[in-house]
């Protein structure tokens, strides 16, 4: 009897193991197949990918992945320009300057000043935005757009002499490290915090994303940007951009350049399309990190 149910219990062991094997390889097969029709990126590569993101941002795209990659094709189809990465640890070479740069006030917008100066190629949705801006009985003011090299340096050195080198790099970009020098991006206003309290702040948060704008320093964020808030800083980074901003990356615009920037040559590379935008096919980049030999010169310190 005992014999018996040692017999009977080995049989039923090996029933459960044979019923569950089959399970196990179609979902490692399944990790390796493609998630999406647009790339040949598996999610096991995906995974791979999102890794240094925030936890939340790794959920988000890891349960909608046949999404994400749709927005992601959509940004390839945009020049890559619009989504280099400049900030404190990615440095414009000193001699960088945008083609076609558009006077502002030629082109009957509001202006602080006379010789404010925009990329040529973001002026329909410029003057898109400000357009149903007007219709809304909102004024856009645009107070700095466009800085060389030379005229960042001019901000910067002015700010540590004013407020010293702390509260400068708090607020000011070292010269090579400032998105006005890619020629897309914009501060509204009066350039301070009293801006998030006119008219002017709430609808840019509501419609800017519509036309391809993104603020670049949310509140709070200091840790993740590197800059304080500011509400009147807004940078050009395609609709496509501003829309997988806000579904995948919490809204915030440093994450997703990030993520790009970390995975621009994989996404290219696995893209299926035939419609990659200017840029994304070259391995080159415009910006160095900060700090080696070839960006020395893009960062006065």
Same mark, same amino acid.
């Given at each position: 009897?005992?014999?018996?149910?040692?017999?009977?219990?080995?049989?039923?062991?090996?029933?459960?193991?044979?019923?569950?094997?089959?399970?196990?390889?179609?979902?490692?097969?399944?990790?390796?197949?493609?998630?999406?029709?647009?790339?040949?990126?598996?999610?096991?590569?995906?995974?791979?990918?999102?890794?240094?993101?925030?936890?939340?941002?790794?959920?988000?795209?890891?349960?909608?992945?046949?999404?994400?990659?749709?927005?992601?094709?959509?940004?390839?189809?945009?020049?890559?320009?619009?989504?280099?990465?400049?900030?404190?640890?990615?440095?414009?070479?000193?001699?960088?300057?945008?083609?076609?740069?558009?006077?502002?006030?030629?082109?009957?917008?509001?202006?602080?000043?006379?010789?404010?100066?925009?990329?040529?190629?973001?002026?329909?949705? /410029?003057?898109?935005?400000?357009?149903?801006?007007?219709?809304? *009985?909102?004024? +856009? !003011?645009? $107070?700095?757009?466009?800085? %060389?090299?030379?005229?960042?340096?001019?901000?910067?050195?002015?700010?540590?002499?004013?407020?010293?080198?702390?509260?400068?790099?708090?607020?000011?970009?070292?010269?090579?490290?400032?998105?006005?020098?890619?020629?897309?991006?914009?501060?509204?206003?009066?350039?301070?915090?009293?801006?998030?309290?006119?008219?002017?702040?709430?609808?840019?948060?509501?419609?800017?994303?519509?036309?391809?704008?993104?603020?670049?320093?949310?509140?709070?964020?200091?840790?993740?940007?590197?800059?304080?808030?500011?509400?009147?800083?807004?940078?050009?980074?395609?609709?496509?951009?501003?829309?997988?901003?806000?579904?995948?990356?919490?809204? /915030?615009?440093?994450?997703?350049?990030?993520?790009?920037?970390? *995975?621009?040559? +994989? !996404?290219? $590379?696995?893209?299926?399309? %035939?419609?990659?935008?200017?840029?994304?096919?070259?391995?080159?980049?415009?910006?160095?990190?900060?700090?080696?030999?070839?960006?020395?010169?893009?960062?006065?310190?």
């Amino acid at each position: 009897m005992k014999t018996s149910a040692i017999s009977a219990a080995a049989a039923l062991s090996l029933i459960l193991l044979a019923s569950c094997a089959p399970h196990a390889e179609p979902k490692k097969a399944q990790s390796q197949q493609p998630v999406s029709p647009l790339f040949s990126i598996t999610v096991s590569d995906l995974q791979k990918m999102v890794a240094t993101m925030p936890e939340g941002i790794q959920q988000d795209i890891l349960a909608r992945p046949d999404r994400f990659l749709t927005e992601m094709a959509s940004i390839l189809k945009e020049p890559s320009i619009y989504f280099v990465l400049v900030d404190k640890q990615h440095a414009l070479p000193s001699d960088y300057v945008p083609p076609e740069l558009v006077n502002l006030k030629a082109a009957g917008l509001s202006v602080s000043r006379s010789d404010l100066e925009l990329r040529k190629s973001i002026m329909p949705a /410029v003057l898109a935005m400000v357009h149903k801006a007007a219709e809304d *009985n909102v004024l +856009l !003011l645009f $107070s700095s757009t466009y800085r %060389s090299y030379a005229y960042q340096k001019s901000v910067y050195d002015r700010e540590v002499q004013d407020y010293g080198k702390k509260v400068a790099d708090s607020e000011s970009a070292v010269p090579g490290t400032s998105q006005h020098q890619l020629g897309d991006t914009i501060d509204f206003g009066c350039i301070c915090n009293r801006f998030a309290s006119t008219d002017a702040f709430p609808w840019l948060t509501d419609h800017a994303w519509r036309y391809g704008f993104s603020m670049t320093y949310p509140q709070g964020l200091e840790a993740v940007t590197g800059y304080r808030y500011e509400p009147w800083h807004w940078h050009y980074i395609t609709p496509a951009g501003a829309t997988a901003q806000r579904d995948f990356f919490d809204n /915030v615009q440093q994450y997703l350049v990030a993520f790009l920037y970390e *995975n621009r040559n +994989l !996404l290219a $590379s696995h893209y299926l399309g %035939s419609d990659l935008g200017r840029g994304w096919g070259s391995k080159s980049e415009i910006v160095t990190p900060v700090g080696s030999a070839s960006a020395s010169e893009g960062a006065s310190r």
